[in-house]
């Protein structure tokens, strides 16, 4: 297999240099900056063990490949906001021997969220979810880094909407001798489930900072059971705290790295290098839009996706609204659904 890695941020570049790492084929596609940066120097991974320098092809789009090869994987892994035009970029892209991308290849969503793998199965035929623990950090053209020890990270995998197949665990040996643990399950959104409700915390990390005050955890808990609810109304199964510390254990322990301090997560990086974009939409903003097709309130959840969207819209600095700010305009939105 040759794995395409469509985004190689912080998830797809790990992904990508340690799956070369392991001796696999692997095309990371970036653009702007980033692209120039791996073209020129290469793909610098910050791991426990050091500095790992990966010269791989990288390409900017499908055309600069040509025909695609039978054996290609293609792994997803933009921001959602960016995925309905990766989709429509690589889908029609040919394939050697007949066929176009969306017809002949899977495709692996290695993303936050739920929302990239029903847009991806509008276009593609064989499609594959994957709930992503994996703390990573892209914040400089051509460099990410992952902390974790003694594996990098754990990603369930299994075909979108149900069920497994000898691809899915074709892909999962691959990862699974690249630093990974790769569960192949048949019921991989309910781990993506699991994974959406700690990531509903991204947007409140963005906006004031590191969740590590009594304040802002006390706020991440209210932001938490908001979620939690609409899903429990929605009757979507998502895995419980248990059974995720049982699987996860000691297994993705984050280490100092030199040069490579973890600042925050996804959205917060997205505010940092100033992309004028954020996924809230697709976090808490599942949360809302599940909320309002099943009559839950949401306002926390509200709050937080349009103060994302207003930090990322005018490139405001990630962390700059104090917590006491953010649980007084909470306790605002709380008490403005409140009945009266």
Request: charged share 20%.
């Amino acid at each position: 297999m040759r794995y395409i890695i469509i985004g190689a941020g912080a998830v797809g570049g790990v992904i990508g240099g340690r799956l070369a790492g392991s001796g696999h084929e692997v095309v990371l596609v970036a653009r702007g900056a980033h692209f120039e940066a791996l073209r020129d120097r290469g793909l610098r991974l910050r791991v426990p063990e050091g500095e790992l320098i990966h010269r791989l092809p990288v390409v900017d789009g499908p055309a600069a490949l040509g025909e695609l090869r039978p054996d290609d994987v293609l792994v997803l892994a933009v921001k959602t906001q960016d995925s309905a035009a990766a989709l429509q970029s690589w889908g029609p892209a040919p394939v050697a021997g007949g066929g176009t991308a969306a017809e002949r290849l899977p495709l692996v969503c290695a993303q936050n969220g739920v929302e990239s793998q029903r847009l991806a199965l509008r276009l593609f035929r064989r499609v594959y979810g994957v709930c992503v623990w994996l703390p990573s950090t892209y914040v400089e053209p051509g460099v990410v880094s992952a902390a974790g020890s003694p594996l990098t990270g754990i990603l369930h995998l299994g075909r979108h909407p149900h069920g497994t197949d000898e691809t899915a665990r074709l892909i999962a040996a691959g990862l699974e001798k690249s630093h990974f643990e790769a569960p192949v399950v048949a019921d991989v959104t309910r781990w993506q489930y699991a994974k959406l409700l700690a990531n509903l915390g991204n947007a409140l990390e963005a906006v004031t900072g590191p969740v590590d005050s009594e304040e802002a955890g006390a706020l991440f808990r209210r932001v938490r059971a908001e979620g939690a609810a609409v899903l429990d109304a929605a009757g979507i199964a998502y895995a419980g705290a248990e059974e995720q510390r049982a699987v996860r254990g000691d297994k993705v322990t984050l280490v100092p790295l030199d040069g490579a301090p973890r600042g925050g997560g996804s959205s917060w990086q997205s505010l940092t290098r100033g992309t004028g974009t954020i996924e809230a939409d697709y976090l808490n903003g599942e949360i809302t839009l599940l909320g309002r097709l099943h009559g839950v309130p949401t306002p926390l959840n509200d709050l937080l996706q349009r103060l994302a969207n207003t930090f990322a819209r005018e490139r405001r600095a990630a962390g700059s609204m104090p917590v006491a700010e953010l649980v007084r305009l909470a306790d605002e939105a709380v008490g403005a659904t409140d009945p009266a």
